[in-house]
Nanobody, 121 residues
Framework: QVQLVESGGGLAQPGGSLRLSCAASGNIYTIYVMGWYRQAPGKQRELVASITSGGIINYADSVEGRFTISRDNAKNTAALQMNSLKPEDTAVYFC???????????????WGQGTQVTVSS
């Protein structure tokens, strides 16, 4: 059973920083892509950033230059460093990963439970 667990959300002031972490566990064979999505109240879930196992990175235009995604392939973890936070960054942030797991090498898409990020003065 594969699980993704996020940590690191909370409250930050505009211009401040937060760091989110995501740890994948279970009978994992390989993780292809890890990413962060967010969903604000009344809005659709949107991609924030993603990173492949080879290090190819993609950012949403709204966070380019402010957020940095990273991953540790050996530890099956990913992180999202968020700087220069804005009130519009307020949302629930979800870790997402495409993982090959189990004896039968099942390839599936997994989500974490989400962590709240609030940017407010």
């Amino acid at each position: 059973q594969v699980q993704l667990v996020e940590s690191g959300g909370g409250l930050a002031q505009p211009g401040g920083s937060l760091r989110l972490s995501c740890a994948a566990s279970g009978n994992i064979y390989t993780i292809y892509v890890m990413g962060w999505y967010r969903q604000a109240p009344g809005k659709q879930r949107e991609l924030v950033a993603s990173i492949t196992s080879g290090g190819i990175i993609n950012y949403a235009d709204s966070v380019e230059g402010r957020f940095t995604i990273s991953r540790d392939n050996a530890k099956n973890t990913a992180a999202l460093q968020m700087n220069s936070l804005k009130p519009e960054d307020t949302a629930v942030y979800f870790c997402n990963a495409e993982i090959l797991s189990g004896i039968v090498r099942y390839r599936g898409l997994y989500w974490g439970q989400g962590t709240q990020v609030t940017v407010s003065s």
